[in-house]
């Protein structure tokens, strides 16, 4: 893709390029000649093999280009290149030497693009071997074997020009026993930067150090007020071991003049590491403890004295992914207020942690790649600035010079237009060897170059992969490095370059949501995944309002759900699927510890009496703000209260059950259908019912027929008693003396002793209608309290 560095007329001119160029063609012409004479005649005993057909043997060994320095040479220095050649041919290579080439200088950033893709020989090209005392020779290579080179030049030995990007070829020319002729038989290219004076208007380089990872927290914690966090792998404390991901960000990033660009949920997760802490395994059916707390500690200390005095920007929590939110979430309820919470707590986070004030004022989309949606989802939670990348926001062509990088886009949003080609340099591979020396060389080759394109200052903006693995981010350090010990470059902060006056002729028009990438569109998040986010939130919303410590369900969730939306997703669907399940299942199994306990039936004798129902807590925290409620499904038969339901208020502590008792009333027997439900204080059902059935029985023939039975013994007994002193008085009196006056008559007769030790057992008082409470699960046919 071309830029408008590819069409620019700047200083020093094209015209004068070319003519540079033209000049470096026909100084180079004899050396040309003179090789293309010395290898006809062996070309005319190769099968009538040509001098071009002999050139493109140039693959036949290959070299590595392991350093070179310095990387951008001044006056009086000595460029060193040092490297590695290896025969992949079959035949030995005799008569071999390295030598180094030096092309024309490079016209346009277009130019370096193609020049790096490039890897024969072109003796157009490349130019003529600087040779002499400046190569180094091998009297054999045999095949498969590799040879160490080192070669020094004195910079004024290289016959450079003026200022500019100059092509640098390392080529190993030799002979086999099939081509017995010297040819180039491999070549390496790369640049050669080129500018020994300080440029006198120095372009403004601000270089991104993002510091973020994965998804690690998961949303369960462990009782107490510790509330010891649970970690879903322990790939973490791998990243910030000595030699890990992020360990080599910190040591190499703590000496450059960047931008740090941190996740705080990457803060939060290590400081969480620094106490105590477990780590879900696939050996154990429980998390088993972490033991990596100095090594967090120590990244921390060391990551707090590094950003002391630098730039900091916070991303939203858990770095949310804004376009997969523009393009699938926002027709999802609550979607944007997620990335509000994770854009509230981002500055807090920070701050706790680092002890810096960081900006919250930037969203950055994945790659920068943008449309109108994304810009108004980025801005929506109050961040004014999107940095942008250019293969996104391209300018038109024809601009004599490539733009700096703040640009207005309307409603008060300043896009920040990364460069694409500096932002791309450090995404492949480069554990490859010599692959980490051309990564530099072409970045400091195009900054260069974009310098070179007008006399006056603008500013740039470097902003790099998100997750660059530990090789990665040793080369941007070191083009870092090198870009600000140049002679063309100076350090700036991201604010400084967002507030930099915009160039006139600069896109400001956001490409249309049909041009936002489609390799980039497979791999967003799918819009089930703010469904079952929103979901979530529904249940933390309900949860909440019958706790009394909130807090300690709302944190934890809140940033849980920020992290269900993180970019390190993408391309892992199935991974961010497990997530989100298992969040919302920790969720329910901690709403469903406040439960009703289970009844079986129920039965009532009598017209009225009172039915417990027990309400469980098993959570740490107590709970309030519930109601619970009593249903009779047929209140004919049987009511609750008078009325066809009940509510009573519930509090239970932490870790304690209730019983709560509701009067009821029976008009007619046989079995009715009682629900128990809890609900929310704005109704909303909370938890499962419990359905239990009441057997309702009236006083009946049966219950009648004993109390007649006890009065009819009370009336015998009775009668019994007045024949027995009836007859003992008889008995009496027919026994006195006559003549002597009877016995007193208000004495009577005391009654036996036997006589009232058999008679049948008197009502006492009656038993109490309230039994003694329980707060266990009613038993089969167990009976209500009366």
């Known amino acids: 893709m071309a830029e408008p560095a590819d069409f620019q007329a700047t200083s020093p001119s ?76 079959g035949q030995a290579v005799t008569g071999a030497h390295v030598g180094l080439r030096v092309g024309p200088e490079a016209n346009s950033r277009s130019d370096i693009d193609s020049l790096a893709r490039r890897t024969s020989f072109d003796p ?118 000595p030699g890990g991901r992020l360990e080599r960000m910190l040591t190499l990033g703590k000496d450059l003049d960047v931008t740090w660009v941190i996740d705080p949920d990457l803060l939060a997760s290590v400081d969480a590491m620094t106490r105590d802490y477990r780590v879900q395994t696939k050996s154990s059916p429980n998390p088993v403890a972490g033991t990596h707390q100095d090594m967090a500690k120590r990244w921390l200390a060391e990551l707090q004295q590094a950003v002391t005095g630098k730039e900091v920007v916070a991303l939203p929590f858990a770095d949310p992914d804004v376009a997969s939110l523009a393009h699938h979430g926002t027709s999802v309820t609550g979607s944007l207020s997620e990335l509000k919470d994770a854009t509230d707590v981002a500055a807090s986070t920070v701050e706790t942690v680092l002890h810096v004030k960081p900006s919250t004022d930037f969203a950055w989309p994945v790659d920068g790649a943008i449309d109108p949606s994304i810009v108004r989802v980025a801005t929506s939670a109050g961040a004014d600035k999107v940095i942008a990348r250019s293969d996104s926001l391209e300018d038109p062509h024809g601009l004599s010079s490539t733009p700096s990088a703040a640009r207005p886009i309307g409603g008060g949003t300043t896009a920040v237009v990364a460069d694409a080609r500096l932002s791309t340099a450090f995404q492949r591979d480069l554990t490859r060897p010599g692959a980490d020396t051309l990564a530099v060389q072409r970045f400091l080759a ?79 998040l799918r ?39 993180s970019t390190s997703w993408r391309g892992e669907s199935g991974a961010a699927e497990t997530f989100r399940d298992g969040v919302e299942a920790y969720l329910d199994d901690l709403s ?72 009821t009333s029976a008009n007619a027997n046989g079995p009715v259908t009682v629900i128990a439900q809890l609900y929310t204080q704005d109704g909303r059902p909370y938890g499962a019912p419990v359905t239990f059935d009441v057997k309702v029985t009236e006083i009946t023939a049966t219950v009648m027929l004993v109390i007649g039975g006890g009065v009819l013994l009370l009336v015998l007994a009775g009668f019994r008693m007045y024949t027995q ?34 008679d049948p057992e008197q009502a006492s008082d009656p038993t109490p209608d309230t039994a003694a409470e329980s707060a266990d699960p009613s038993g089969t046919g167990e009976k209500v309290d009366r």
């Open 14 to 89: 094209p015209a004068g390029r070319l003519l540079r160029r033209a000049g470096a063609l026909l100084a180079g012409a004899p050396l040309l000649t003179g090789l293309l004479q010395a290898g006809a005649a062996p070309a005319a005993h190769a099968s009538g093999q040509d001098a071009s057909a002999a050139a493109s043997g140039s693959r036949t060994v290959a070299v590595s280009l392991d350093s070179m320095t310095p990387s951008a040479p001044a006056d009086g220095d000595t460029v060193t290149v040092s490297g590695t050649v290896t025969n992949n041919g």
């Open 124 to 241: 157009g090209e490349d130019g003529a071997e600087i040779g002499g005392k400046y190569v180094q020779k091998f009297p054999q290579l045999a095949p498969g074997v590799a040879q160490h080179f080192s070669i020094a030049v004195p910079v004024d030995k290289l016959n450079l020009g003026e200022d500019g990007v100059y092509p640098l070829s390392v080529s190993l020319s030799g002979q086999t026993s099939a081509q017995p002729w010297e040819q180039v038989l491999g070549i390496q290219h790369t640049f050669l930067p080129w500018r020994p004076d300080a440029a006198s208007a120095k372009t403004k380089t601000t270089f991104l150090w993002p510091l973020m990872s994965s998804v690690h927290m998961t949303a369960e914690t462990g009782p107490g007020a510790q509330q010891t966090p649970v970690f879903r792998d322990d790939d973490l404390a791998q990243e910030i071991a």
């Open 446 to 524: 195009q900054s260069l170059e974009l310098a070179d394109q007008t006399g006056r200052q603008r500013s740039f903006v470097v902003a790099p992969q998100r997750l660059p693995d530990a090789s990665q981010a040793q080369v941007m350090a070191k083009a870092a490095t090198a870009l600000q010990q140049s002679t063309w470059s100076q350090p700036d902060t991201l604010a400084s370059a967002a507030a930099a006056k915009p160039d006139p002729g600069a896109a400001t028009a956001v490409p249309p949501t049909s041009d936002y990438p489609s390799s980039l569109r497979r791999r967003e």
């Open 527 to 565: 819009r089930s995944a703010f469904a079952a986010i929103a979901r979530t939130q529904d249940k933390v919303d309900d949860f909440k309002t019958v706790l009394t410590y909130e807090s300690r369900v709302v944190t934890p969730f809140g940033r849980a759900m920020n992290r269900e939306m």
């Open 592 to 663: 469903g510890q406040v439960k009703l306990i289970d009844k079986s039936e129920t039965k009532l004798s009598g017209h009225s009496a009172t039915i417990p129902v027990t309400v469980q807590n098993s959570l740490v925290q107590g709970v309030d703000h519930l109601v619970l409620r009593l249903t009779s499904t047929n209140p004919t038969r049987l009511n609750i209260g008078g009325k066809r339901y009940a509510e009573q208020p519930v509090t239970v502590s932490g870790g304690h059950s209730q019983s709560v008792k509701f009067t």
């Open 725 to 758: 002193r009836k007859r003992a008085a008889a008995a009496e009196s027919a026994a006195a003396p006559q003549g002597e006056g009877a016995a007193p008559a208000s004495g009577g007769p005391e009654t036996p002793a036997g006589d009232r030790a058999g």
